[in-house]
C-alpha cells in the first residue's frame, strides 16, 4: 500500500504532463530518471541499513537500530548537499550531451531547476523507512505514502494548470509539487517517532556523535547496495537515451509505458522489500535453514499476483493507457511496448523476489557482481537493438525481459552452489 501511494506520484505527473505535451511527457522522464538514478545511491544506503537493522532485531539487540538511522541521516544529509551543487552546476552540460532535441534538453533544464532540491528531503526519508522495515512496523509506511501522494497530486492541478489564482508552471509546477511531497514527508516521520516510537528501547532518544566506526560497519553491507542501485538505474536511464534519439514520439511512449511498469510492479517490490527484512530477520534468529522455503514461498505468491496483473493489462490495455493520455495515434503505438511489459512483469515477479533474498542474507557483494553482469547483457541488448538496429519500442522494451531471466538465472545458481549461509554481520 505504501508503494502504490508513493508511486502515485509517478502516475499523476505523467498523467497531467501528458496533456500538456508530448515535449514535456519526455523531458520529465529524462528529468525524473536523472533524479532517480542520484536517489538509489541513497535507497542503495538504505537498503544496506535495513539488513542491519533487520538482523539487530531479529538479535533482539534493539537499541543498536536507532544509532544506525542517525548515522545514516548524518551522511546522506552530506550527500544530498554535495549532489545537490553538482547537480545545479553540471546538469546544464550533462543535458547538452545526452540529449539531442532541444526542446526536450530545455524542458528537463527547467524540471530539474526545481526537482533536485528534493534530494535533501527524499535522502532522510529512506533511512525512516529503512527503520520501520527493519523492525517490521510497516503501517506507517502507507500513511506516510498516502499523505505524499495527497499533496503531489493536489499541487500538481493547481501548479501544472495554474488553478486556484497560483500560476500555470507546466513542467516546473510538477517538479515544485514533488518537492513540496517529500518534505511533507520528513515532517510526518519526525512527528511520528515522537509521539509512538519508544525512543529509547530503539536508540533513538539522544542524537549522538558522528560515528566513523559505525559507519564503516553500515557502508560494508550498503556500499554494494549503492553501487548496484546506482548502476542499474543508470543503464535503464540510458535506455531511454537511446530512445530519445528514436524520436519524440518514441520517448513519450516509453515514458507512458515506464509509469504504468513502475506501478504493475508494486506488489513485486513490496514483496522483495518483506523478502528481504524477513531474510535479514531469520538470519539474526540463527534459523538460516527457514531462507530458501521462505523465498520460495515469496516467488509463489509475487508470480500468482504478477499472472493477475499482467491478464488485466492484456485484455484492458487502451483503458489503462487512457489514463495518460487523450492522442489516439500515441494510445495506440504504446499497446504493443505494453504486451512486452505484460510478459516480462512474470519473470520480474520471480527474479526480483530471490535477488533480495540473497541481498538479505547480507551478500550485498555478489549481489553486485550477479547485476553488474546482468547488466552488461541487458546494455548489449539495448545497443543492438535501439542503436545498430533502430527498432521501435516495444522490441527496444524486450531487454527488460533478457534482464529479469538472467538476473533469476544468476541468483539460483548463486543459492545452489555458494556458501551463501555463512555470511556475518
Not at 525524473?32 to 533487520?54: E, M, R
Not at 526537482?115 to 529503512?130: C, D, H, I
Not at 535453514?289 to 487502451?318: K, Y
Not at 534482464?403 to 556458501?419: E, V
Request: one cysteine or more.
Amino acid at each position: 500500500m505504501s508503494l502504490l501511494a508513493q508511486n502515485i506520484i509517478n502516475v499523476t505527473d505523467t498523467a497531467f504532463l501528458g496533456r500538456v505535451g508530448e515535449v514535456e511527457l519526455g523531458a520529465s522522464a529524462m528529468g525524473g530518471l536523472y533524479y532517480i538514478c542520484v536517489f538509489t545511491v541513497a535507497f542503495g544506503f538504505s537498503t544496506g541499513s535495513q539488513i542491519l537493522i533487520g538482523r539487530r532485531n531479529g538479535e533482539r539487540n534493539f537499541a543498536a537500530a536507532g544509532p544506525v538511522v542517525i548515522q545514516g541521516v548524518f551522511f546522506l544529509t552530506v550527500l544530498a548537499a554535495l549532489i545537490f551543487l553538482f547537480s545545479r552546476l553540471m546538469a546544464g552540460s550533462l543535458m547538452g550531451m545526452l540529449i539531442s532535441s532541444e526542446a526536450v534538453r530545455t524542458a528537463t533544464l527547467e524540471f530539474l531547476d526545481w526537482r533536485v532540491f528534493g534530494f535533501f528531503f527524499s535522502f532522510v526519508n529512506v533511512m525512516f523507512r529503512a527503520f520501520f522495515v527493519g523492525i517490521t512496523r510497516t503501517k506507517v509506511l502507507t500513511w506516510n505514502a498516502l499523505l505524499m501522494a495527497g499533496i503531489n497530486v493536489i499541487l500538481d492541478y493547481l501548479l501544472i494548470f495554474g488553478h486556484a489564482g497560483l500560476p500555470r508552471m507546466g513542467i516546473q509546477g510538477a517538479a515544485i509539487a514533488s518537492v513540496m511531497a517529500e518534505g511533507a514527508s520528513v515532517v510526518f516521520f519526525l512527528i511520528y517517532i515522537a509521539l509512538t516510537v519508544d525512543r529509547k528501547q530503539y536508540g533513538l532518544h539522544r542524537i549522538l556523535p558522528f560515528d566513523p566506526v559505525l559507519l564503516k560497519e553500515v557502508l560494508s553491507v550498503s556500499v554494494f547496495m549503492m553501487l548496484q542501485q546506482f548502476v542499474s538505474m543508470s543503464t535503464f536511464f540510458l535506455f531511454f537515451i537511446i530512445v530519445e534519439r528514436l524520436g519524440q514520439r518514441e520517448l513519450a511512449i516509453a515514458n507512458i509505458v515506464r509509469s504504468v511498469y513502475v506501478v504493475m510492479f508494486i506488489p513485486v517490490n513490496a514483496l522483495s522489500t518483506t523478502t528481504n527484512t524477513l531474510v535479514s530477520n531469520i538470519m539474526g534468529e540463527g534459523k538460516v535453514s527457514q531462507v530458501l522455503p521462505l523465498i520460495r514461498r515469496m516467488v509463489r505468491i509475487s508470480a500468482g499476483l504478477m499472472t493477475c496483473f499482467s491478464l488485466v493489462l492484456c485484455f484492458f490495455p487502451r483503458a489503462i493507457l487512457s489514463i495518460y493520455t487523450n492522442d489516439a495515434v500515441l494510445l495506440a503505438d504504446s499497446v504493443p511496448s505494453l504486451y512486452v511489459i505484460a510478459a516480462t512483469a512474470l519473470i520480474c515477479s520471480m527474479a526480483t523476489v530471490v535477488f533480495n533474498g540473497l541481498s538479505g542474507t547480507g551478500n550485498t557483494r555478489p549481489a553486485f557482481v550477479i547485476e553488474l553482469g546482468v547488466l552488461v547483457i541487458y546494455m548489449l541488448f539495448v545497443y543492438v537493438a535501439g542503436v545498430r538496429l533502430r527498432q521501435p519500442v516495444h522490441i527496444c522494451y524486450l531487454c527488460e525481459f533478457v534482464y529479469f531471466l538472467t538476473l533469476l538465472a544468476g541468483c539460483t545458481l548463486y543459492f545452489r552452489f555458494a556458501a551463501w549461509e555463512k555470511k556475518q554481520i
